[in-house]
């Protein structure tokens, strides 16, 4: 079976609900291969690669308010807003340097 994600995309654990972005995929001795994600609060997380599964917006929204996915909707959100505050806030110094 084939991944149907790549480092970079944000993935969610089948199993645990973790979320984060994908960082490396590697093979431990006698067993089956492994992802590890960064989640939005910096730990690390590594569960079987055939657990993940691709978030997208659309998945994101279709949870109900108070089905026990909100804590990773939020996270989702929390960690977006981050990357665009820090996008932003390095193209402000870029441009003060020129």
Known sequence: MSR???IGDRIICTESGVS????K???PTACEE???VETADGRHYHAPT???KK???IT???FPRNSGQSAIIQAL???CQKNRKHGLMRKAVKDENN
């Open 55 to 57: 978030v997208d917006v």
């Open 50 to 52: 055939r657990t993940w």
């Open 20 to 23: 984060g972005i994908c960082e």
């Open 60 to 62: 994101a929204i279709c």
């Open 34 to 36: 492994q992802t590890m």
């Open 77 to 79: 959100i929390d960690g």
């Open 25 to 27: 995929f590697y093979y």
């Open 4 to 6: 149907r994600f790549d």
